[in-house]
């Protein structure tokens, strides 16, 4: 199975400044990011959000805000005709030492582990950080950066089509 593991914030979402999270109740989906979802969809990968969410254990918002604004964001993709396979999130503190948090890579060995159909070779990482190309690098996967020039839709033109989803 080919996957794209994507980040969320600044990858599918627009991103805010730590403290503007507390008055965040709603996110804003990036330009180009569904249609970027559905192309990388019809080019035959699977989406899987992994994302680093430490606002939570730092205190900025409750994993209940979380939940509350990430099933928003399920119920929009879903409309839109997007099913993600599955998100993978740490919570965790960057002061705690986690196997999760990127660039570790616990959460490409959950998905790994609850998915043993995923081809790690025919699959991608694309996210905004240097913590997300880390994150490639260790676990030997392309890597798309995203930036103002280079959206999710930029990303899913890079794809080829596969029949053998």
């Known amino acids: ?7 969320r914030d600044s990858t599918i979402v627009k991103d805010y400044a730590d403290e503007h999270w507390t008055n965040i109740y709603k996110l804003e989906f990036l330009p180009n990011s569904l249609q970027g979802l559905k192309s990388i969809i019809n080019k035959g990968y699977e989406i ?13 918002i409750s994993y209940s805000r979380y939940k509350m604004l990430n099933d928003a964001m399920c119920v929009k993709l879903k ?29 490409i060995e959950m998905a ?22 880390e994150l490639a690098k260790r676990c030997r996967m392309q890597f798309y950066r995203i930036n103002e020039a280079f959206d999710l839709f930029s990303v899913s ?3 080829e089509y596969s029949e053998t989803f």
């Open 48 to 60: 899987i959000i992994i994302t680093n969410q430490y606002i939570i254990h730092e205190g900025y």
């Open 79 to 107: 409309d839109m005709g997007i099913d993600l396979l599955d998100i993978f999130m740490c919570p965790h503190a960057r002061s705690q030492p986690c196997h999760c948090r990127k660039p570790e890579t616990g959460m």
């Open 1 to 7: 199975m080919r996957v794209a593991f994507l980040d």
């Open 112 to 133: 790994m582990q609850k998915y043993p159909s995923i081809d790690k070779t025919t699959s991608f990482i694309a996210g905004d950080s240097d913590y997300d190309e």
């Open 157 to 159: 033109e890079k794809l």
